[in-house]
Structures are given as C-alpha cells and as structure tokens.
C-alpha cells in the first residue's frame, strides 16, 4: 500500500517514540558506558534465584500457570502481593491489581478516565514514557512547576481550580527524571487539594526502596480518606523490569474499570511472572536482596555526585536521597541534545533534559543513571562527560 | 469517594466486562464439566518441559532476560519467530512483533487505526473478547452475516461500500465461534476487496494448527500484495495461555505503529516467556507436541458431535474440521441465556451464544468447547444438556 491510503488514529498525531528507547539502539555497543536507561545493575539482577524459582514453580503449579489466569491476578500472588502493598504503602488498600509492568498502570488508568482534550497534571519535568502514554490518550497534559521539595503547592492549586484536572500523576520518591522526593507537607497538600477538588491522584512509586540516605515519607495513599489516590507499584527496579510486574492498588470502582480495561488489553499478565515475584515475596528474600543492592547503588550515587563536584562552573545537579538518577543543570547556552551524539561517540550515553519537559525547552538540563555503571565506568564515563562539556562551553 | 464525584471515561459507557470472564467466576468449582472457555487441554499444557526451559534459559541467558528488553522483542525469539511466521503465514512477512497474547495485537491495531466513529466490520457473530476491545476504541462496529463458507461475498461487498470500514475482522480458520473454515475463494474475495477499497484485515489465526479433518487452507496474508493483511498469531492453543505469547505479522508501517503504541501498554512482553516460546521453536518441539494433542482433541470433538446427534429434534451443529468449539443452534423459543444458570446448577457450563453478536439476539445459540474435558465429562456433561434442552423445548 502506499502510506497517503492508509489513515492512522489521531492519537498517533506527533507520537515519534520514546527518546529513550530510540537512545537504547543507538547506543547498543558493548564497549558503551550508559547513563541512559533507569536499568538495574547486572549484579542486581537474581538470574540463579529466578531460574530456581520458575523451574520450582512449574513443577509444582504448571498446569495453572500454563492454563488461562484471572485478570484479577494469579491467585497466590494476589494474596502476597496485598500484604506485600499494604506494608509499602502504609495502608491496607481496598482492591490490588497485578499488572504487566507499571507502565501498564498508566495505561489502564488513564484509558479508565481520560477523555480526548482532559487534562492531566503532570510535575515539570516528569517521566517521559507516561508522557508518551499521556499523548496517545490525546489528554491536554498540563505541566506543573517544583522545586527541591518537589511540586509547589500555590502553584498545584492554581493549576487545578484553572485546569479542573481529571487526574495528577506524581512520583514522590526519588523523582524520574530529578531524583528529588517530596516532602510530607506537600504530600499532605496533594491529598488535601485531590480531596477538595475531586480529581485522581497517581502515585507512581517504583523507587521507594531504594532509598541510601535519610528516611522514608508515608506515601500520599495513606494520608488520602476517600479514595482519590491511585498507587502504582513495580517490582521492576528491585527484582526484575525483564518480568514485567507491577501493580495498581486504590479504590474498588476504579480498579473494577482497570480489570475490564486489562481484559482486552492482555486479558491478564503471564502467571509465570507473577509466580515467580510471588516466591521472591513467600521466601522474603527482598529485605536482604534489596540491602546488597541499596548497598552498591548508594557506592555508585556517591562517586558520581564526586564526580559532578569537578564539572564546569555553573553546573548545578540534584542530590537524590534514594532511587536511580540525578539531574544535572549544565551552564546556560550549553545543549545537551546535539552533545549527545558526540557524548556517544565517545561511548559515553545520557538522556538530554528536554524530553521530560510536557512543552520542552530547557536545553542544558540531562538525567544521569548511576544504577546501571560500576565504579570504574562511572569514573570513566563521567571524565568524558567533564571534558565534553568543557569544550562546548559559551 | 461517591461514584458520583468520579466521572469514568466513555470509551466504558456500556462496557460490563467479557461475559466468558464472568463465566468463568461462576463456574469455578472442583465438580464443573466446563464447555465454555477455550482452554487448552491440562494434558496438552507441557509443565515438565517448560520448567526444563525456564531453568535453562534463565541460567544460560538469566542477566539479559531480567534486564529491560527491547519492545521489538527478545532477539533470539524474534529469529526464531520470524522463521516460524513465515511457515505458518505462507509468506516472508515484512515485519514481526511478539505481544502480550493476540489480545494485545488487536488492542494494538485498534490504536493504531480506531478514532471514535470509525467502522470495523466483523463476522456474525465473532470472538466476543475482541468485540470488547474494538468497543473500548468507540468504533462502529457492523456484523456481516456468514454461512457455511464463512463471511458471504457480496454482503462483504455491500458492507463495504455503504461503511467504509478502517478494518475488517476475521478468523478463517475453525472460527470462534462457529468452528467454521473460510473457503478457498471467500478468502481470495477477501483479500481483493481489502486491495481494492483499502481496508485493513485482521486475520485472527490463533487455530490453525489444530486441524483434526481436511486440508490446510492459505492464509489471507498470503494472497495479498499491498500489505493490507495483518496476520494475528498466537502459541496460546498450541503451547500455553498462561504465558501469553502471541504475534503480529504485516506492513512495517503499521508494525512501526504498533511498536510505538506497545511502548505505552507493556513496554515490552516479558522476557521470560519469550525466551521459553522461543526453545520450543528452536528446539523443533511443537511438531510431535501438536500431533499428540490433535490426536486427543479429534477424539473429544468426534465425541461432542455423536453426543449432538441424539439432541432435541430441531437442534443444528456445525461439524468443525479443527480448533477447539461446535457452534449449536437450539430449537426456536430456547433461549441458551437463562438456561446457563439452570445448567451451572447441574455442574456443566457453556457460553450462551448471544454474547458472540454484535447487535445480540439469537438467544437459542450456544458455544461448545471440547478441548478442555476428558470423553467421559462429554458424555455425562452432554448428558446433562441434552436432557435439560428436552425439558425447555416448547
């Protein structure tokens, strides 16, 4: 066929892909050091574990593992994953959805609520990847400004009695891309204003255990009474994001919406990775998993934020507490989008700022991941970003 | 909250959930003969050997399968998967994306084409699931009657000029669910058509390896020149639902389309059970493993067929060559609906066949599933029916 005699929806209109996964193939070479992605360390990953898990779990429970599951979960993993949520939430929620991944939560909440031309608030910057998911949805994505402290609430509430959002999507913890946390006033401030003004909050926690300094906040969810705040869960950064597991927890009529979004949406996710996270949770064995690798990651935060120490003047970059990145403010007139290519061709890989911003702009600004580096590389990779960025000074 | 104070998007006005789903819940009891999903056999569900593969490929290549992947897929399963869909389309297909089970390939093409209003036509009656789904993009959806053959040409035609279709829907092969098998030249027609008035069709394939009479027929895809043909595959029927592993083949076009839109639902399908799908393909395991179970399941479906013959004067069934139901049209004046509830009490389960309809009507139809049940089951759970048929007939 030829490309004028076929007619994609509307929601395609200026959808180009995530940068991010479009930065993954340029930089598929084995001798590149990556900042890009958000992904685990290697070492991270429990490969001899998983294998004993799955050949266990098939063996003992194969023919309802194989078989069609229930969209509401596979049923042991359902029962671990609510104790599992209500203690890291900090509240026993009425109804748990395991999900393909939490990118799969956005999904379902937003194809749940959102109508072509609704908005959603969004922190400026935020996760690019629920901004894509945003877009296809056609929402009317309302950027919100923060600070260290996270969203500023003048600023939220102005935004919400203009805007009367459908929903706000937020990450408290360790913040994709700044790696800045909410503090508790303002969490308190979202509960309140999302009481007040009736709209959905989404409360996008991935990172939460993966705190090296300082001390953990409630989540909003617990602070919420009526049912406002929506959690997202994600097994992705502390087991595995290969296995795809995450879930929704909140409010029964909405997680009712989200299972019958989910049945056509992959009718339920693959029981054998439910199994698996399912042991990961029966055997405890995340407490001890997620302190070796809390361990190594705080190791590898700490060298890079040394290594920030001895960039140009007039850079400035967040000191995340916890979670995977940092965000790094280059001196005005430097950007970090066309440097990219030259930063990979000296192997080394970011994501320039600009792609989390809901309107763009903000050229000198990159997300470093330190999670996915060891030491050396670290050292390495940050001395070519140093030297880079020099050259290219104003 | 009050239900009140939430406003659910509208793509949900009308939407109560797939009633297989809801069938399912009810039916969920040790001593239920259950003709009504389309689950696979327990026999034909290889726990032994998946347990095997799941340990191997996550000690071989654990690292790779835990860390993100690529939304394209996990390479080695793209290989092998291109070369299996070439086998089974007939034809080297531009492009190839694994997804989440065929659930997520329809969910996909219904993003990537569906604005609200737009007109997909279907068989009548159809796969109910994927109704669901093309109702949660808004479309206009117009059933096109079908008879022994499958869908009637010049209704086709007629369809297709009057509504303009964006897409067509289609299982030629032991359709769900009639178990009927579109001709030879009905699939010629459709693919002419498709070229002619640009339209894309949807050939949904996930039976075409279980055929127990007859002759394979080519697929669609394989007689068409432009690309208009996106070929729906999927390993539920023939290696496992519960890990859901399915395909779609087509334009690069529409494929990039639908990659992107992927990158929003699930990221990508878990590495894992890729992996797993791909060491059936590699290691040429389905062959002997697809001869056994359709040794097994001619045998249930020659028995449900000389169970029908001793039905209620009146009654009609279709005599599939393959795949995994018998469609039955009960005497006028029975209506399958009501009776379900009465059969559910006498522990045998089916699905009214009103579900299959996209305007509903035809209440004294009902789908029969003869994979899932051993020979005696049929004969008592058949029994069952037969006698409580009898006692409803007018």
């Known amino acids: 066929m030829n490309a004028e005699e076929l007619h994609f929806s509307t929601r395609f209109d200026g959808i180009t892909g995530s940068a991010i996964r479009e930065i993954f193939k340029m930089i598929d070479q084995p001798d590149m050091i990556s900042f890009a992605g958000g992904n685990p360390s290697p070492s991270a990953l429990p490969d001899a574990v998983a294998a004993e898990i799955a050949q266990d779990v098939l063996q003992r429970d194969g023919k309802r593992i194989l078989q069609y599951g229930a969209t509401e979960g596979y049923p042991p993993f359902l029962e671990s994953l609510t104790a599992y949520a209500e203690k890291a939430i900090g509240k026993k929620m009425p109804s ?8 799969q939560a956005m999904d379902l909440l937003c194809k749940c609520l959102i109508n072509p031309g609704d908005t959603i608030l969004v922190e400026d910057p935020t996760f690019l990847g629920n901004l894509q998911c945003m877009h296809l949805y056609e929402a009317n994505i309302v950027p919100v400004p923060g600070d260290e402290e996270g969203l500023v609430p003048e600023l939220l509430e102005e935004a919400v009695k203009e805007h009367h959002p459908k929903m706000l999507y937020v990450i408290p913890n360790f913040q994709n891309p700044t790696g800045r946390t ?4 303002r969490r308190q401030t979202v509960a309140r ?5 009736h709209f959905v909050v989404a409360e996008d926690d991935p990172y939460r255990d993966l705190r090296y300094h300082g001390t953990s906040l409630p989540s909003i969810a617990s602070m919420d009474q009526d049912g406002w705040v929506v959690f997202l869960g994600s ?3 502390i087991i595995s ?5 995450g879930y ?6 909405i997680l009712r919406k989200c299972t019958l979004g989910k049945q056509s949406s992959d009718l339920h996710t693959a029981n054998l990775t439910q199994a698996i996270v399912d042991q990961f949770l029966r055997r405890d064995l995340l407490p001890a998993h997620i302190e070796r690798i809390c361990k190594d990651y705080k190791e590898q935060l700490d060298s890079m934020l040394s290594e920030l120490e001895t960039f140009p003047e007039g850079t400035s970059f967040t000191r995340p507490e916890g979670g995977l990145f940092i965000w790094v403010t280059l001196p005005e007139g430097i950007d970090a989008k066309p440097l990219l290519e030259e930063a990979v061709k000296r192997h080394v890989a970011y994501v320039p700022g600009t792609h989390f911003y809901a309107l763009g702009g903000h050229e000198n600004t990159l997300r ?5 580096s060891t030491l050396p590389q670290i050292h390495e990779g940050m001395g070519t970003l140093r030297q880079l960025f ?3 000074l104003g």
């Open 96 to 103: 748990v959805l395991p999900v393909t991944g939490s990118t």
């Open 182 to 185: 909410m503090s508790l006033s």
């Open 193 to 197: 204003l999302a009481a007040e003004y």
């Open 235 to 237: 097994f992705s950064k």
């Open 241 to 245: 994001p290969g296995l795809r597991v």
């Open 248 to 253: 929704i927890a909140g409010d029964s009529t």
């Open 368 to 372: 470093l991941n330190f999670s996915n």
């Open 390 to 392: 020099r050259e290219h």
